[in-house]
C-alpha cells in the first residue's frame, strides 16, 4: 500500500462552495421526531395500481355521473397532481438551504405520496372518462360545459404554478410551511370526510389511504413548525396571516366552493360547476352536500386557528364561514403557496 502524499506546506484548502447549493454532503439530524415519521412513512407505502380497479366498472354508471365523476378528480387533480411538482421543487429549495437530513427526507416522502395520489387521479378518469381531463371532444351540453370548466380551472393551476415558482425562494421555512400546513389540514379533513360518505368500494379504500398519507402530512408540517414557531418577527406572523386567508381563498375550490379573489373564472363556471358535482354526488362519490362541507372547512379552520393563535399569529377574516379576524385581500397568484 502506497502512502499519500501530502504536499509541502500542507493540503490545499478547497474553495468555498458559493451557497445556496445542495453540497457540501451532510446528513444531520436535528428532529428525530421528524426522523421517525419519515421511516414510517416508508413502511405505509401504498402501491394505487393495487387497488381493486376491476370493481370500478363504467357501466355501473349513467353517462353524466361517469361525467360528473371525472369532473371531480380533474378538479381534485388541479391540487392533487401539482402536488409532486411542488414537493419536488422544496425537496430541492430544502437541500439548497441545507435543512436538516429529516426534513429533506420527509419533503421527499411528501412528493413520493402525493405522486400516488395524482396516479389515482389517473387512473380513475382514464377508467371512467378516456381522453380525460381535456382530450376527448364533448358530445353535448352538459360534456361541453365539463370541458370547459376544466379547462378555466387549469388556466387558474398554470398561474398557480407561476406564482408558485416565483414565491417560494422569496419565502422562510414557517411562512411556506404553515401554507403547506393549512393545505394539509384541509386535504385530510376532505379525504377523511368523502371516505365515509362514499358508496363505492374503490373510492372508499383510495380515499382512506390518501386520507391517511395527508394525516401524517399534517403531522410532518406540525412537527416543523413546532420547532420554527416560536421568536417569529412580526412581519413574518403578519405575512402568515395573509398566508392563511390565500390557502383558504385557493383549497375552497376544492373544499367547498371558489370564493371572490385570485380565481379567474366566466361568470357562468360556478353554475355548471354544480351542477357537474351533483352528478358526482349522484354517482355515490361521496362529495359532502354544500352545508356539510362548509362545516367541515370551518371545522378545520378553527383548529388551524387555535394552532396558530397560540405562537400569537393573527387569523384572517373569513366572512365566507363567518369567522372573523384580520381583514385580508388576496388576489395575487404569488401569495398562493398551499398544496394537498
Ligand atoms: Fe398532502
Ligand atoms: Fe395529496
Same mark, same amino acid.
Given at each position: ?5 501530502? %504536499? ?6 478547497? %474553495? ?146 407561476? =406564482?408558485?415558482?416565483?414565491?417560494? =425562494? ?12 393549512m393545505?394539509e389540514m384541509a386535504a385530510s379533513t376532505l379525504?377523511r370526510g ?24 399534517l ?28 390557502g383558504f381563498?385557493?383549497l375552497?375550490?376544492?373544499l367547498w ?28 362519490? =361521496? ?6 362541507q362548509?362545516e367541515n372547512w370551518r371545522t378545520a379552520m378553527a383548529r388551524i386557528r ?15 364561514l ?19
Amino acid at each position: 500500500m502506497a502512502d499519500p502524499v501530502i %504536499p509541502e506546506g500542507g493540503f490545499w484548502p478547497a %474553495p468555498e462552495i458559493p451557497q445556496p447549493n445542495i453540497y457540501p454532503m451532510e446528513w444531520r439530524v436535528e428532529t428525530e421526531k421528524l426522523a421517525a415519521i419519515y421511516e414510517r412513512s416508508k413502511r405505509l407505502a401504498w402501491n394505487p395500481a393495487d387497488l381493486p380497479w376491476d370493481g370500478l366498472d363504467p357501466d355501473d354508471f349513467t353517462r353524466a355521473q361517469r361525467l360528473g365523476v371525472m369532473y371531480w378528480f380533474s378538479v381534485l387533480a388541479n391540487f392533487d397532481a401539482s402536488g409532486p411538482a411542488v414537493f419536488a421543487r422544496a425537496t430541492i429549495q430544502a437541500f439548497e438551504k441545507h435543512e436538516e437530513d429529516p426534513v429533506r427526507k420527509c419533503f421527499f416522502s411528501i412528493t413520493r405520496d402525493e405522486m400516488n395520489h395524482e396516479e389515482c387521479c389517473q387512473r380513475t378518469i382514464a377508467r371512467l372518462w378516456p381522453g380525460g381531463p381535456l382530450d376527448w371532444r364533448p358530445a353535448d351540453v352538459l360534456e361541453a360545459a365539463a370541458h370547459n370548466n376544466i379547462s378555466w380551472l387549469y388556466h387558474n393551476g398554470g398561474r398557480y404554478w407561476t =406564482g408558485y415558482n416565483k414565491a417560494v =425562494g422569496k419565502y422562510t421555512l414557517p411562512v411556506l410551511f404553515t401554507s403547506f400546513m393549512m393545505g394539509e389540514m384541509a386535504a385530510s379533513t376532505l379525504f377523511r370526510g368523502m371516505a365515509t360518505a362514499t358508496t363505492h368500494p374503490v373510492f372508499s379504500e383510495m380515499f382512506h389511504r390518501i386520507g391517511r398519507d395527508e394525516s401524517r402530512h399534517l403531522q410532518i408540517c406540525m412537527t416543523i413548525l413546532e420547532k420554527e414557531w416560536p421568536g417569529l418577527t412580526d412581519e413574518v406572523k403578519s405575512t402568515i396571516t395573509r398566508q392563511l386567508r390565500a390557502g383558504f381563498v385557493f383549497l375552497s375550490m376544492i373544499l367547498w366552493e371558489p370564493p371572490r379573489g385570485f380565481w379567474e373564472l366566466p361568470p357562468y363556471f360556478l353554475h355548471n360547476h354544480r351542477v357537474l358535482i351533483d352528478h358526482a354526488r349522484d354517482a355515490g362519490l =361521496g362529495v359532502l352536500s354544500y352545508d356539510e362541507q362548509a362545516e367541515n372547512w370551518r371545522t378545520a379552520m378553527a383548529r388551524i386557528r387555535t394552532i396558530v393563535n397560540r405562537w400569537g399569529i393573527a387569523f384572517p377574516a373569513i366572512p365566507e364561514l363567518d369567522i372573523d379576524g384580520v381583514n385580508v385581500e388576496v388576489t395575487d397568484p404569488e401569495d398562493i403557496i398551499p398544496v394537498f
